[in-house]
């Protein structure tokens, strides 16, 4: 499966307005498409621009702030891409440590490549260190943000104007060019992510862009592909996702679809392009909102498409209207890879190769939570439900897809008194719930919709855990949902006995009986923050090291939490 799956939402008023004007500026210079092995380009149109070096804007500065926060492993000693790379940064995201910078990987030339691995990954908690850092700054938001803070931000624009990007002449992502017979996608250092993949894949946390045959829908979007042969990948291009819907357009015009993969593209873009947003929508200019400024693209050599200027690494060709390959398998989201599991995809043909000195490539390397298929994609899917909630009137205060479930739950608090005010039964309440966030494109992952009341942190994995296991009564508080279209990529979905595209959905109410019908319903928790008064608390921590020799709390188990419990 892609790091992330592109189901459609997003029915924002920035998003609505978005198809048009799509394009700030635009400055000459039209560049030769001769095969050049590297080649610095400039522009008497106008003066070399000055690239937006904000972290979230800028993948090479995202890099250097990690380094700065102390999130970054450069790792100068030789890695092999043949399973060393992968395995370093599977146990990376298992152990939350720093985010590994290859710097000497073998096998790479001419500046193609470095590695980094584990872009979105969590890290260990500490004081004024957030676990979710990375992912904050993705956003542009400081790395010690809140969960509560990188949602609010998704939320914050979904009533803004769209921002769209700004065309300029020269760029870093044309520090090299290659193409013709120059190009061998089977010389590069291309990682072998999972011991039992089916192939290298070049594209595991990078974008595809493509444009409908009528100019008027540019889409950005995430799907694996790996490398076939010297110039050719094959990947995931599905009828359903955007990607595969602007493929059919240009097939049904017997064509060949204009197509570029840009790696190492701005934060926000990578996050935004595996979020759900509606077709015929253009990422770029929800992306400018989120960012708070436009991103500057550059026209490709080989078609009229545009990239983001600060790109690490650029590939640009056609996807082919008839050639096929097998791909596959490769390490799935869900944590498992099914041996000899193929399908034949459509063959991508790479024209050119633009990319920056010493470019960087990033990486996912999907499988057991945490990492970017559940983290990023979470906070997406968090705030895409959220606001599906609030177009339907449902009294949601925060929604939440924790990234232990692999992104199949969601967890809503409600607000209690105007779920009351509705006069609703639990079931016709439930059942609301359900055909709302199920009917829509929000949750395409989710199979468990959890609803909790307001004592509930749905951002705490264990508050969550506690209500489904205490205050859920299996089958008499769950509500089946078996005609809703499902995720078939589900393994109790396409490895179990039922229909592999529909049902197995359910909404589970997580609330005490009195919760539904008492405005005055209390009881008393039962834990260290429930069960004491706030001195007495206060006492105990304060006096946790020296007084009880205990030493300091463990970060990796309180994380970002641990301010608020004293440690």
């Known amino acids: ?41 400039t522009s008497s149109a106008s003066p070399t ?21 102390g999130d970054l492993a450069d790792i100068d000693a030789e890695v092999d891409p043949d399973g060393e790379v992968g395995a370093v940064t599977r146990k990376v995201y298992e152990t939350r440590e720093k985010a590994p910078l290859f710097n000497n990987v073998r096998g790479a030339q001419d500046g193609l490549f470095r590695i980094l691995g584990a872009p979105g990954g969590l890290r260990k908690g500490r004081a004024g260190r957030g676990q979710y850092g990375r992912l904050a700054m993705h956003f542009g ?62 594209q595991s946390f990078g974008m595809h862009v ?82 708070g400024a436009p991103v500057d693209v550059i026209k490709c050599e080989t078609n009229d498409l545009y990239i983001p200027a600060t790109s690490e690494i650029v590939l640009e060709g056609t996807i082919s209207a008839s050639e096929r390959a097998n791909e596959g398998p490769m390490g799935e989201m869900f944590g498992v890879l099914w041996p000899g599991k193929q399908a034949n995809q459509p063959v991508f043909n790479v024209k050119a190769i633009t990319h920056r000195k010493d470019a960087i490539l990033p990486i996912s390397v999907a499988g057991r939570a945490p990492d970017e298929t559940h983290t990023i994609f979470g906070f997406l899917a968090s705030a895409s439900i959220l606001e599906v909630c609030e177009r339907h009137d449902l009294p949601v ?19 209690m008194t105007k779920v009351r005010a509705m006069n609703l039964t639990r079931q016709e309440f439930c059942r609301r719930v359900g055909d ?17 009341g307001e004592d509930i942190e749905p951002t705490r994995f264990d508050d969550v855990l506690w209500a489904s296991t205490t205050r859920c009564r299996p089958g008499q508080d769950e509500y089946l949902f078996e005609d809703a279209k499902s995720f078939y990529l589900v393994p109790f979905m ?47 921590n304060a006096n946790w090291k020296e007084k009880y020799g205990f030493g300091k709390c463990d970060d990796a188990l309180l994380g970002q939490f641990m301010d608020e419990r004293g440690c």
């Open 141 to 202: 938001l400081p790395s010690d943000a809140s969960p509560r803070d990188i949602i609010d931000k998704v939320m914050s624009v979904k009533f803004a104007d769209p921002v769209p990007p700004t065309v300029v002449a020269t760029a870093p992502c044309k520090d090299h060019v290659i193409s013709g017979d120059d190009i061998d996608l089977t010389s590069l250092p291309v990682p072998l992510l999972h011991g039992n993949d089916g192939g290298r894949y070049l």
């Open 49 to 69: 621009p000055v690239p937006n070096k904000q972290p979230h804007l800028n993948f090479r500065s995202f890099v250097a702030a990690l380094r700065e926060d």
């Open 210 to 291: 493509v444009q409908t045959p009528d100019q008027s829908w540019t889409n950005w979007s995430i799907a694996r592909s790996m490398v076939h042969s010297k110039n050719k990948l094959t990947g995931i291009v599905a009828g359903s996702q955007h990607l595969g819907m602007i493929h059919k357009m240009w097939k049904e015009k017997g064509e060949d679809t204009p197509w570029a993969l840009a790696l190492g593209v701005p934060p926000t873009a990578i996050a935004v392009s595996g979020m759900p947003i509606p077709e015929n929508v253009n990422e770029s200019g929800y992306v400018g909102a989120l960012a």
């Open 494 to 540: 396409s490895h179990g006995p039922g229909n592999p595209h529909k049902g197995g959905r359910v909404v589970a109410d997580c609330l005490f009986t009195e919760q539904w019908t008492q405005d005055d319903f209390q009881f008393v928790e039962a834990s260290f923050d429930g069960g004491y008064p706030k001195e007495v608390r206060d006492f105990v």
């Open 436 to 452: 709302v966030i199920f009917g829509s494109h929000a949750a395409a992952t989710v199979s468990r919709i959890l609803l909790v």
């Open 397 to 415: 205060k925060s929604a939440w897809v924790p990234h232990e479930t692999y992104a199949l739950w969601a967890a809503l608090q409600l607000d």
């Open 1 to 41: 499966m892609a790091p992330f799956c592109e189901p459609k939402l997003w029915s924002f008023t920035l998003l609505r307005s978005s198809r048009t004007g799509h394009i700030r500026s635009i400055t000459s210079g039209a560049l030769s498409h001769a095969s050049i092995r590297s080649r610095a380009l």
